[in-house]
């Protein structure tokens, strides 16, 4: 059974500290890992799907890593406006995807 | 990417009652997933909607309680039925595009059963 685990639960950063989030998974044929970021009263929004093991992609602030057994989302320079929680899911033999708890993050000025 | 949109929002119920939840996407797709994500929680997948054939549900859920409909590819609609406290939860709508690799989510809608 596909299993996601998040940590930490919550983090907070003052503005300007980099941390990492991490995501642990055990899957049957990864075909896809991705994390999204959701604010409250609001969807999750898409951030990245990555594939195999050493594969990194970046999108502003944020940097996602992968290896075989986790995924870190690294984010550098917080801003407030990356106050969220954020998502990791798996896809394995299906399409759906199964999900982590996630990580709520507070970046204060 | 797509571009989803829910109705309604937002509802209160009463215990007992049934409420369907749309789901409208702009542009045709042929997986449509229904999520629920309860206080606290993450999302748990309670079916996937292909048009033109049953809903598939995960186990725990159950077509009676969550009749699905999926009549084309840019709509779907979920109900939950005969609804207790236990089912205020938020209800999500996805749809993957393309080889699946990009999956995107509407903005759910909020139930409290009372």
């Known amino acids: 059974e596909d299993q996601v685990t998040q940590s930490p639960e919550a983090l907070r950063l003052q503005e300007g500290e980099s941390s990492s989030l991490n995501c642990s998974y055990t899957?049957?044929?990864?075909?896809?890992l991705f994390w999204y970021r959701q604010d409250p009263g609001k969807g999750p929004e898409f951030l990245f799907t990555?594939?195999?093991a050493g594969e990194e992609k970046e999108k502003e602030r944020l940097k996602a890593t992968l290896t075989k057994k986790e995924s870190f989302l690294h984010i550098t320079a917080p801003k407030p406006e990356d106050s969220a929680t954020y998502l990791c899911?798996?896809?394995?033999?299906?399409?759906?995807?199964?999900f982590g708890k996630g990580t709520s993050l507070l970046v204060t000025p | 990417s797509a571009v989803i949109s829910q109705k309604p929002s937002r509802d209160i119920c009463q215990r007992g009652t049934s409420l369907t939840i749309q789901c409208q996407v702009d542009?045709?797709?042929?997986?449509m997933f229904w999520y629920r994500q309860q206080p606290g929680q993450s999302l748990t997948l309670i079916a996937t909607?292909?048009?033109?054939?049953?809903?598939?549900?995960e186990s725990g859920f159950v077509i009676d309680k969550f009749p699905i409909s999926r009549p084309n590819l840019t709509f779907s609609t979920l109900t939950v039925s005969n609804m207790s406290p236990e089912d205020s939860s938020i209800y999500l709508c996805?749809?993957?595009?393309?080889?699946?690799?990009?999956?995107?989510f509407g903005p759910g809608t909020r139930l409290t059963v009372l």
């Open positions: 899911a798996v896809r394995g033999s299906g399409y759906a995807l199964n």
């Open positions: 990555l594939y195999s």
């Open positions: 909607a292909n048009q033109g054939s049953e809903a598939t549900y």
């Open positions: 899957v049957s044929g990864l075909r896809g």
């Open positions: 542009s045709q797709v042929t997986m």
């Open positions: 996805s749809v993957a595009t393309g080889t699946y690799n990009e999956q995107f």
